[in-house]
């Protein structure tokens, strides 16, 4: 008897525990295989056929990613996703990490208070927290600009400028992730042995060396973490976009997937977003993998 | 252990047909046609559906269910249902070029149905639900093109007369200067032409169509086939320049001004450009504001009665309700169904005949709508990619529009762009 079919018809105690267990698994299985396996597949097969006038589809090989990677409307919100990146991610991080260090220093009763002011972003819808940042940049009747006019300073066009827009998303991200990022740390900061830092300090270890040799190398894998997430959240940011500026103005905030979104859905060209997809996929297969390699060290309590 | 996964097994079981059952009971029961529409500016008019449904489900036992699908966005709903199949609507508000030129979502209107539609449309309306020379649906809307909408206080108050309107673009652009109003620091607190900056590409360029179209230009080739040479013509430069100098130079238009419905109807804006649905939304959302609606001004040429989102109701070719679907529409195919479908909402009805009725003749667009139509025909842009090819022209326009480029520069990158778009 083999062994698939030992576990539908059971013969010893441990045919029986690998059934349970095979079990188990089995809707996290179907789930990962119906919701991500097979649109990856889709998607990657998709990117090599041509959806014809009528609905029907045409195998045309590589033409697509020929199409998409010489498209400077692609290469433009590739290089638009990444400046946001580069204007979130490290300052999530490092303010999530300041948060945290600072919460961590708290009675438990002011830091759960605080650590849940600075979740509520989080728990907010994207699209909702969107519409309140656009009412909140709005050049007229907004309330940044009218704070800035009390200061006496000039009003800015935040969302509706060339310059300012990217900017201006990225405040809101990092808005968004704080609260999520700080909790993480906040965890991984109370998991470090309080004698470690006794020691170190019994050692004559300032707070900074202190911060510098025991906290941040033994917050690594954690660091690692939150900037894998943050990359990834930023890579894929759709819902701030399309709320708010939709590409705009003049597609300077147009990121990647807001493209690929209007590219399926608003152009009906399913073999070139699915270029774009498969792009996503590899770029943040790749970076992630990179940052683990090379930014992974052990680390032992 | 064995006791465990026998039971998780049996619960498993147990919900699977609990949601079997439900599912199959759900449809079943209630025997109704589905229309689904994204103009959520106009619910009286999508909820006449339903209540004409009732009456026709004393005679076919199909009601109809309405669906509003929110606009931004109503293309990935509508394509994922039209080509999943389940769940997709029986008859739905679209454009016949995009879902049954690009795709073969459509039902072929049944002959004696197109007969009747074709004798009682205005002949403008014709091509709306139509692919090439074939017809799937009926155009919902008419006056589906921008007019001059002012506003009559903002213009006494700059010493301009509102039942005089500028007709030509030259005077136009002198009456935008009168009306704007600037603060000690030059920033406009009111401005004449309340100008779409912001949202998707595709919009901004409907809404820069007339200028183009006053300057005698347009945006692809006749046999839509090429934009070089078109899209950036000397005519197109020139339009888009005196667009982009509205905001840059002149300053009688504002890019801190959010939308231009809210500023017009805010009296921030003397003058916005709209369709002939906008009238209901002024009487419901600003009620206070005096206006009055004109034909667009002319250039070298008029503007002429001209959009790029031809809206018709469309049957769902892989509906199994299609042929209830056809009868219900061939149920409400009468002028006077049109007359009042379209009063409740406060737009233009569809049939000739309607034109003129009381209701459309005591409407301030009566007028402006028939100077409209009396101008020469505009280009129309009924191209299966004319949501991509607008997105390509209109990024051009929104960078004049933000001092992105020239015109020249801008609209040379567009026409390439289109070119491709049109080649592939």
Redesign the interface.
Known sequence: MGRWARLVLPRTYMDRQRRAGFLFVLPAVAYFTAVYFVPLVESLVGSFYRTLPGGASRFVGLRLYELVFTDSAFWNSVWNTVKLLALSVPATVVLALAVALGLDRLTLRWRSLWAAMYFVPFAVSLVAAALIWQWIYDPVYGVLNHALSLVGLRPQQWLQSLDEVLPSLALVNVWARLGFDTMIFLAALQAIPREYHEAAKIDGATARQRLRHVTLPLLNPHILMVCILELIFNFKIFDQVYATTQGGPAGASQTIIPLLYDTAFKYFRLGEASVMAVFVFAVLLAVTLVQWRIFRKPVEY | ??R??GG??AVLAAAVLLTTALAERTPAQAKKLVYWTHWEQNPEFNRWYETKGTEFAKKNGYEVEVVTIPY??Y??KY?AAL?GKTGAPDFFNGIAH?WC?????CDRMPPELEKVWSENLPKYMRAWGQWRGVTYGIPIEHGNFQQMYINADLFRKAGLDPDRPPKTLDDWLAAMKKLTVFDPKG?PTQVGFAIR??????GITDKFLPFAHAFGARMISPAQDRATGVANSPEMVAALRFFGDLVTKHKVAS????NPEDAFGQKRAAVIFRESWYFGWLKKNAPDVSFRVYALPCGTSCPGAGNLFPWSNLVSKASPNKHVAWDFLRFISNAKDDLEQHQLQGILPVWAVNLESSYVKSRPDYASTKEMLAQPVPPNYYH??S??LA?AFG?AV??V????GQPKALLDEAAS?MDRILR?
Do not use: C, S, W
């Open positions: 252990m064995r465990t996964t998780a097994i931004q966005g293309e990935a394509l080509m995009q030129g690009q795709y073969d979502f920033e900056h912001k949202g998707h590409p595709v890019l801190a001004f959010g299966p990619k949501n991509e997105t990024e929104v960078g529009l933000y001092g992105k762009r592939e």
